[in-house]
């Protein structure tokens, strides 16, 4: 999901060869974790922390809900460093790791499963930091050239090929100007429709110019 800065506070065995290959092509996050002996020695730096949690204790911050949270993470993001704070598998957060947190996120499950895999929770956390900073597009860096894309075409460049059409289907007699129809609204709208490009237009009136070859009509600008 992009994020790369991982912190594992006190993890039983690391580096931890099944860690390596679980996980897969992202290995360089876990070479480049940092391993620390408290979460706060984790947060040191951090003027936002998020915990995650299934469910409410009787102190700490009030669970929110992951897409609004996500939300203040992402404008807290600007001004400092922030954090999302997971449990491990057998005992979540303690309450006193939570407390060292300014916020507090559930994600909403069916009750009787309220308690996630941790890897699951994780991804769902990142995957709305994800559509945050993004939504569905890739970021910039990793925007990659639209293959055949030109600039869009301008009105004048539109209208010159609505003219063009016209007069070959005026020539071929497909269209009658003594009846017309709404032959021509049809063509604007469904032209309209496919916003079209410059190389677009540049190859429609070639055709159009090869038909008038072809039928022997001469060229008429
Ligand atoms: N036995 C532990 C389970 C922890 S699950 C417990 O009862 O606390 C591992 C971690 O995943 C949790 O500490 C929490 O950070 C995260 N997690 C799991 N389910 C979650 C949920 N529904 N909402 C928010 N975080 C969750």
Redesign the pocket.
Known sequence: MGLSRLYLVEPKQFPDPEADTRATGAIDVLAAANVVSSLGEALVGASFAV?????QRDIGPV?GA?RATVARLMAEAAEGEVAL?????????SNDEILHCQAA?????NPAF?????G???Q??CYECRMAAFGEKPPVSAQVATPFASPAATNDEIEGLYAHLERIMTDTGFYNPEQPGRLLPKLRRLFGRARLERDEINILRGILASTQVKTGHGKKG
């Open positions: 915990a995650l949690s299934a469910r669970l992951p704070v997971f449990g491990n598998e057998t005992v979540g957060l996120v559930t994600i909403p499950t309220s308690s996630l895999n941790l699951s929770a994780v769902v956390l």
